[in-house]
């Protein structure tokens, strides 16, 4: 089965929490802060690998959690880390947020690598707060959270030609004769329902990957039938063969259909419809062909592209199609990506404020949701240190200009407390 779209939820490990304590030895009763650091979390990484072309396996595994890392102990003793998730997806990945639907990540190349959540950093232990004036801190930090989301992976085929054109005009028997793929073949419309990649070798050293494309029928563009679904893997390809029935057995003009499909990629992208394109007349067997072929030559022709009469039933042609298609796939260049990987670029210290309904102050922003995740306010010198960098970041102050009063209520994460001046 042939799956490529697939949604999939992963969580990085938290890091651990800092020890707190003091070194004990013997003749040593009041050794300085030796707490360890905690490890960092696991992170959960995706890599491609060119031995999977399908998104199947996520049908059935669809969340990825990795692990904490340990806390510190004591000695000054940094826990272990967790040890990293490694998810393998196709060649040609494309990695999306879900909330946010920013391209991520497209993972085009065999190895490469993505970082999709990344695990969170230990917690400081006390040795690590000791200063000349405050010699034995008695708080460490709790460990980062790791990061989580929700991801949409989409795959789109990595081929070097692809063949596109209406439903049975042969695209399927043209790729079975030279290849060793199998895809099925009837006598009725859609037959292929999802691509299918062959690798056709013409001698030691000369071979190329050719994809069949599903049919494509007018309103492609638009996501009709299962246009977009189909239209998207011809996007990676270097070259188009473009099959047409130029026997019309099934009661259409092939120039008609030429024209139609050439319409459907141009809506579809622009630069799509600017692909390097070859004319493959198919049928050229059957008695109705004799008529059409030359008025067909004639039309593309003058367009500027190039024209293959053949046979895919009969091998007639075949052989010197495929060879005109290595010398091509040989000449250019791949693609360039249609789109472009995106980042945020996030002020760490900037935060927001709002209100809910009952009147309770929410505070957001990555530096003050970090440090409200890694106190222990439990501890009265963390709790400290927590307003010092509360005050520093200036939230006090801007809760202030928002008319906070003593005793509203404020919420950072899950984390809730009444104000006071």
């Known amino acids: 089965m042939f799956i490529d779209r697939a949604k999939i939820y992963v969580r990085a490990g938290n890091g651990g929490n800092g020890m707190s304590g ?72 494309l990695i999306r947020d879900e909330e946010t639907g920013l391209l991520l990540a497209d993972l085009a190349e065999n190895g490469q ?124 390809t270097k070259l188009i063969l473009h099959v047409l029935d130029v026997a019309g057995s099934e ?13 459907e990629l141009a809506m579809y992208s622009e630069k799509l419809a600017k692909r390097p394109q070859i004319v493959v007349a198919n049928k050229v067997d059957l008695p109705e062909a004799a ?24 091998g007639e042609g075949v052989q010197a199609l495929m060879w005109r298609v290595q010398e091509l796939v040989d000449q250019l260049e791949a693609p360039e990506a249609e789109e472009t990987v995106q980042t945020i670029e996030e002020d760490q210290d900037h935060f927001e404020i709002t209100r809910e309904d009952d009147g309770t102050f929410v505070v957001t922003g990555a530096n003050i949701d970090r440090l409200v995740a890694m106190t222990n306010f439990d501890n009265p010198e963390a709790l400290r240190r927590f307003q010092l960098i509360w005050r520093r970041l200036g939230i006090e102050e801007a809760l202030k200009e928002r008319g906070i009063k003593e005793g509203d209520s404020v919420r950072i994460r899950d984390m809730v407390f009444d104000y006071k001046q």
């Open 22 to 93: 003091f070194r004990r030895e013997k003749y040593i009763p009041k050794g300085g802060p030796s707490g360890g650091d905690g490890g960092r979390g696991a992170s959960v990484i995706l890599m491609a690998d060119e031995n999977m072309n399908t998104l199947i396996d996520f049908r059935y595994k669809r969340k990825f959690i990795a692990p904490d890392g340990a806390k510190g102990e004591g000695s000054n003793k940094t826990g272990a880390s967790g040890e990293h998730i490694i998810v393998k997806v196709p060649v040609g990945t």
């Open 113 to 236: 690598q993505y970082v999709v959540a990344r695990g969170g950093r230990g917690g400081r232990g006390n040795a690590r707060f000791a200063t000349s004036t405050h010699r034995a801190p008695v708080f460490a930090e709790k460990g980062e959270p790791g990061e989580e989301r929700t991801i949409l992976l989409e795959l789109k085929l990595l081929a070097d030609a692809g063949l596109v054109g209406y439903p049975s005009v042969g695209k399927s028997s043209l790729l079975a004769s030279v290849s060793a793929a199998k895809p099925e073949i009837a006598a009725y419309h859609f037959t292929t329902l999802t691509p299918v990649l062959g690798v056709v070798r013409l001698t030691e050293g000369k071979s190329f990957v050719l994809a069949d494309i599903p049919g494509l029928i007018e309103g492609a563009h638009e996501g009709v039938g299962l246009g977009h679904d189909f239209l998207r893997h011809i996007e990676r």
């Open 251 to 263: 009661g259409r003009d092939p120039i008609e259909d030429f024209n139609q499909i050439n319409k």
């Open 291 to 314: 008529d059409a072929i030359e008025r067909v030559r004639e039309y593309v022709t003058k367009l500027g592209y190039e024209f293959f009469p053949i046979s895919a039933a009969t």
